[in-house]
């Protein structure tokens, strides 16, 4: 976003000069449903006003069976969301873990959100060979919600949200059962 705002920026006569400035821009050419956007000072980046580190994480994706699935209807559990795709040898080294760590934890709700642009008859088989016991939610790879685009920096990325909504820790790279508890921790 920030390489967009530069480059949007460098096209003008007068750039914006603080982040403060260049959210202020981007929210003004925004249609009125798009998420207010909130600078962090102490993180220094934008973030929508909905991703659970300025207000309690929110959205709507849907499951593989075409139901939509909200942040909010898991309120009260930690949440686990593991960005992946099934071209991903890491992703698929870490399934089984997540499988584990999911029967093992009842008061924990993992989401793999598929981060690839594939089939929805691809990513059911994915799940049938993994045994995955969670739901896949899917979403648009080339416009990803603000709340997601973090996860696609890297594949796997696993970010935890804790029963309140709110952003509790973040690991990028494989994870495995001991490694999830140490996040929710």
Known sequence: MTCALLAISACTE??????????????ASQP???????????????HPANDGISAPLSF???DLDGNEVKAE?????????NYWATWCAPCRDEIPELVTFQDNHDNVQV??????????????????????????LTMDVYNPPGFAEEGGLGLPTTIVYDPQGMRHDKHMGPIDEA???ELIQ
């Not at 007068?14 to 929210?27: I, K, N």
């Not at 009125?32 to 934008?46: F, N, R």
């Open 14 to 27: 007068q750039q914006p000069t603080s982040l403060t400035e260049q959210a202020a821009d981007v929210a």
């Open 179 to 181: 490694g999830l508890i």
């Open 73 to 81: 209807d898991f309120r009260g559990k930690w949440l686990v969301l």
């Open 111 to 136: 989401l793999g959100i598929a981060y690839e642009d594939a089939e929805v008859s691809k990513l059911k088989n994915f799940a049938a060979d993994f045994s995955v016991n969670y739901p896949l």
């Open 32 to 46: 009125a449903a798009t998420p207010v956007v909130e600078v962090d000072p102490a993180e220094g980046d934008i």
């Open 60 to 62: 709507a994706l849907m």
